[in-house]
């Protein structure tokens, strides 16, 4: 159990929020030189967010984030589940947090010089081990669910690539199944997996990637996009073989469908952000769901759909209206029905606007900055918080949109 900070530990750090804005980015920044020189921790991160200096930017909002409402920390509780969830998939463990807390707090006396005294490192070790003590809390019970569910496990386990099916022109489907045919743990729409790989000439990497298939109980589904210049997708798509074994850990994430919690539900996607939908929306088929169903996707043109023929076969259920977007104009052979609509362009939050109905969830999936802008959309709308949930796959966060706010 935390210990509850103290008010002057709380003062002090949230006088801190002006050093923070002027110098929070070379703290992370700092902090990360010092945490990816030892070789054990390295490894537990996605470097393509360090290559690209994202990283290091979200932590600094985040860092940011907690200084600002460190009187109200119940307004980060969604940040802090996936922080916890986003752990457990990477297997962190409470003796990792020692290795941040002291590149933190170094990188703090690094970066303020004579500014950090006595009095302000004190206060940060504490504001640091207290939001440490609630993960590591957190972490322990979803670890301990892990273990106890049916097929569940914890660490790391071998799957074999059962099949792999080309989804689009730059998608490719990889059917997972467990190399000691076990049962596995059913996942819930909207979880990811987390991958522990090692690449030639790159090292070892950390991926997690949204699960696309309907819950199972004997496999999973990854469909991953060829991103330019990405080592770990071209890798999937250039390398991997049916057959290979992949190391994986158990299903996480906080970004979960539930159709007996949402009646009516609105998917709002772009690119290969539509996999934890198509997961969902295989949950709704299995189940014979009555929900009412709209799906909007945005894709740049028709070799880019994912999917496409599914998305076809769902307009044709009265319960799942279908929006297919395309930057690059409208294909020729589209054409639209009563359930499927195609548009030229992008999806647009003036375009969201217009779409609002009450009573709905929203849920978002894709590329940073057009999640920033969909929720944006919503949230001018009126649509209440409680009804937009939302899953970046880049290196944006909770802390981008309270900095944006």
Known sequence: MSTMLDDKTRSIVSACVPALEAHGLSITQEMYRRLLSKPEIRDLFNMSHQKDGEQP???????????????NLGALGGMVERIAEKHVGLNILPEHYPFVGEALLGAIAHVLGDAATPEIMEAWGKAYWFLADVLIGREKQIYHAHASAPGGWVGWRNFTV????VESSTVKSFELIP?????VMRHQPGQYLSLKLDIPNHGSQRRNYSISSAPADDHYRLSIRKAEGGVVSSWFHDTLKEGD????????????????????TMFISAGIGLTPFVSALGLIEEKQAKNLIRFVHGTHAADTLAFGAYLQELATQNNVQTDIFYSAGIPDHAASSAHLAHHAGRITPEWLATQIEPNT???????DQFMLDMIKALKTQGVPATHIRYEFFGSASDAQLLAAA
């Open 57 to 71: 930017k979200a932590l600094a909002l985040a860092v940011l984030a907690y200084a600002r409402n460190i009187n």
């Open 162 to 165: 059962r099949s792999i099916t």
């Open 179 to 183: 190399s000691d045919r076990k049962p």
């Open 245 to 264: 074994e992949l190391v994986v850990s158990a299903p996480a994430g906080e970004f979960v469908y539930d159709p007996a919690q949402e009646t009516k």
């Open 361 to 367: 969830v929203y849920r978002l999936c894709g590329p």
